[in-house]
């Protein structure tokens, strides 16, 4: 049998392995409130043994997404997308869906719940380092960059923000990091910015005069989302007290929202609590508290229950972690010998890390609350394993880089053989020498 072995990076692979390691720990050890709320199929032990197989999966998706090449990804690249795109469309489909706190957030697949916008991330980033390949000469048009590359995008964001606008957010910053990376000209990315602010203010304008002649307009569609994203910034009027006693007199639907953000603020100061309470060392794996108090400690706030068991040297360690992996998605992409990879590996390093801060933000209680795991940490199947897999794909990309700098390396080699070869052959001859005795005879 042969040996695996992997010719890419091999920093983001052990990176991959450490974060998946702590992943196993971390999710066991918060896990308390997992298994208080599914008692008769979930215990401590059974939380480890889910996060186990979710590590295994991850590996083999990283494998399996390793072994394929760039060219294979290139070809691919529109057939996700297209594919994430339809799983967006589930999510309107009343049959599919999965509501949790008045959002859909997944599809139902049998007994099996699919995290879309987990796919949807990944699918973006495909077709947008597709796009800019493939349409890249005809950008200087405004007009076909915004059919090839803002319409597509609007509508993906536009869909997703019907659900979750921090996700929305996060595909356009992406979306808008790569376009600048990838040099898309100042022109087209001023009028994009643009357009984007004036989308954004409409939308909240027509939310408030909505609200205003129909009261009952906050729980249309989008505004729904609005109206979410204004309490958690702590801006808009409330027609309603948020006590868990004025809780009692509301409908159901609006019942659900108020206990909803009701646990959103209080996880929020309890893990700035628990953050607090880790100081330099914190109090050892497996001895915190917060996981008692933290209902999603396991998986939205495991950063604050990670820096109360390991201490503020835990957390450091782990922001490390994302930024090495940052910077060695950074090295890639440079060395990448064109647009579709290059992007494709500064996508990925994108998504994940700035999906980390965006978490550990939320946790110490500089940003509100988003709903964003800890990549490759937080517990979960759909967004550890699809993450594992764009893991992969960068060192699909990396290995590639290999062979390229390889092959010119041994290119290099033989011209500079074949050089002095001729060199040698060009050389004059050197003249042979003759000994001639010009002494005398001496007679005695």
Not at 198 to 223: K, N, Q
Request: overall charge neutral.
């Amino acid at each position: 049998m042969r040996n695996i072995r992997i010719r890419g990076d091999r920093v983001i692979m052990f990176i991959a392995i450490i974060l998946g390691a702590i992943s196993v720990i971390a999710v066991f050890s918060s896990g308390s409130f997992l298994a208080k709320d599914n008692p008769d199929i979930m215990g401590k032990t059974h939380v480890l043994k889910s996060q186990i197989k979710f590590f295994g999966l991850g590996l083999a998706a990283l494998l399996a997404c390793y072994a394929l090449s760039v060219e294979q990804y290139r070809k691919l690249a529109p057939v996700v997308f297209v594919g994430a795109g339809l799983l967006l469309i589930m999510l309107f489909i009343p049959a599919f869906q999965d509501t949790r706190n008045g959002a859909v957030r997944g599809i139902k697949i049998g007994s099996q719940t699919l995290q879309v916008f987990e796919v949807l991330k990944v699918g973006v980033i495909f077709y947008m380092s597709w796009a800019l390949e493939k349409f890249e000469d005809k950008f200087g048009s405004f007009k076909s960059f915004a059919l090839y590359i803002l319409v597509p995008l609007g509508l993906v964001c536009l869909l997703v923000m019907m659900n979750s606008f921090s996700s929305a957010l996060l595909l356009g910053l992406i979306s808008v990091l790569l376009m600048y990376f990838m040099k898309v000209s100042w022109k087209n990315l001023i009028i994009t910015g643009a357009i984007v602010v004036s989308l954004v203010a409409l939308l909240f304008c027509t939310y408030h005069l909505s609200v205003a002649i129909y009261p009952d307009a906050r729980d249309w569609g989008i505004f729904n989302r609005i109206a979410t994203v204004e309490s958690r910034l702590g801006i808009g009027e409330k027609d309603y007290v948020l006590t868990e006693g004025d809780a009692g007199q509301l409908s159901a639907a609006d019942k659900e929202k108020v206990l909803a953000e009701l646990d959103h603020e209080r996880q929020s100061v309890n893990a700035k609590i628990a953050i607090a309470e880790g100081g330099i060392l914190g109090k050892g794996v497996g001895r915190g508290s917060a996981r008692h108090a933290l209902s999603m400690a396991f998986s939205d706030f495991i950063f604050a229950s990670i820096v109360e068991e390991t201490g503020l040297f835990g957390g450091v360690i782990i922001i490390l972690l994302y930024l090495i992996f940052l910077f060695r998605c950074i090295s890639i992409s440079i060395r990448c010998p064109d647009n579709f990879s290059q992007a494709l590996a500064l996508g990925i390093g994108f998504l994940i890390t700035i999906q980390a801060f965006l978490h550990i933000l939320v946790n110490v209680r500089i940003l509100p609350i988003t709903g964003h795991t800890l990549p490759l940490i937080s517990h979960g199947g759909t967004a550890f394993i699809v993450l594992s897999g764009a893991i992969g794909i960068v060192l699909s990309i990396s290995r590639n880089v290999n062979r390229i700098e390889a092959e010119h390396r041994a290119e290099a080699a033989l011209a500079e053989t074949e050089a002095n070869e001729l060199l040698e052959d060009e050389a004059p001859a050197e003249p042979a020498y003759t000994y001639t005795d010009t002494s005398e005879e001496i007679e005695l």
